[in-house]
């Protein structure tokens, strides 16, 4: 499949997923063909948006730090909290003007940082109890009912990114204080990122999917191998890796594809030095591997080809 027709795939999967008719992607394109120097103007305006959050973030952490023992406790709060709760509320507000909805996600990243560290500083300094899973749990279950509750309502890619990874927090700490295996949580937890992932592909928020593809995939994989390393099971990693291989073509997934091939090669290597390493066919070894890197690099490529484009 070539590039133009993956293009074409990608354009045809966003607009079922938007709801866009045929009528407004032409009246889009003509719009872009007759005022083409529109574009970087909006390209400069979203550049200087972001800049601008990230000089306001960085003026509120420094202002923070150079005063931070100086302050009381509630002090600590307000600063942490609630600067986090109002640049949240001037977000919302920001997306009720087309002409400020540009800013509201510089303002939810801040808050997305600013309020988590809040909550913290809150429980450090008036809680009483000293486990801090606990602390985290509630964390992580107050930020990840905002973040849902906006993005349901209002369908914002940021939110639905931070709404996952606080999810994940709560999940994890849930497990961890019912005593879970912490093996098992990996597992359970990467193998649900990849459901989410394959659904946000199937989304208007596709842009976030590689990211959560690729946690959810290392995470899995990782627990699997600290399950099955020194044991008789061990091998059977090695079939994990080429599932989620298998699994890149399935989703047409380049990230899931980088990560199968590459955990795969680091277990050859692995598997090849702790039984190989001292005996006299370690030569033959090295160029074992060589030839499994050459055609592993080469089946990524075919599959990449074939089945992902």
Not at 12 to 23: D, E, F, G
Not at 41 to 62: D, E
Request: glycine share 8%; proline share 2%; with cysteine.
């Amino acid at each position: 499949m070539s590039l133009k027709e993956d293009a074409l795939q990608d354009i045809v999967s966003l607009a079922k997923h938007n709801q866009i008719t045929l009528a407004e992607i032409a009246h889009a394109l003509n719009a872009s063909l007759q005022q083409p120097n529109q574009e970087p103007s909006g390209v400069l305006s979203k550049l200087f948006g972001y800049i601008g959050g990230i000089f306001v973030f960085a003026g509120i952490g420094v202002f923070i730090s150079m005063y931070w023992d100086d302050f009381s406790s509630a002090s600590r709060v307000i600063v942490t909290l609630g600067t986090g709760l109002t640049a949240f509320v001037m977000g919302l507000i920001c997306l009720t003007d087309a002409k400020y909805e540009r800013a509201a996600t510089p303002l939810f990243l801040i808050s997305t940082v600013l309020q988590p560290t809040g909550i913290m500083v809150m429980l450090q300094e008036y809680s009483s109890g000293d486990d801090v899973r606990h602390g985290l749990l509630f964390m992580a279950s107050y930020m990840l009912v905002q973040q849902g509750a906006v993005f349901w309502g209002k369908q914002r890619t940021v939110m639905a990114f931070s709404a996952i990874l606080f999810g994940c927090i709560f999940f994890a700490n849930l497990f961890d204080i019912w005593d879970v295996n912490e093996k098992l949580i990996g597992m359970v937890i990467g193998s649900a990122l990849l459901c989410i992932a394959y659904a946000i592909n199937q989304s208007k928020h596709i842009a976030i999917a590689p990211f959560w593809y690729f946690v959810g995939a290392v995470l899995l994989l990782w627990s699997i191998f600290e399950s099955v390393e020194n044991t008789l099971l061990e091998p059977l990693y090695l079939g994990a890796t080429a599932f989620i291989i298998f699994l890149s073509t399935y989703v047409r997934s380049r990230t899931l594809l980088l990560v199968g091939t590459i955990t795969m090669l680091l277990y050859i290597g692995y598997y090849t030095a702790e039984h190989f390493a001292n005996t006299v066919g370690w030569p033959i070894a090295l160029v074992m591997i060589g030839i499994a890197l050459i055609g592993l690099s080469a089946l990524a490529v075919r599959l990449n080809n074939q089945y992902i484009k």
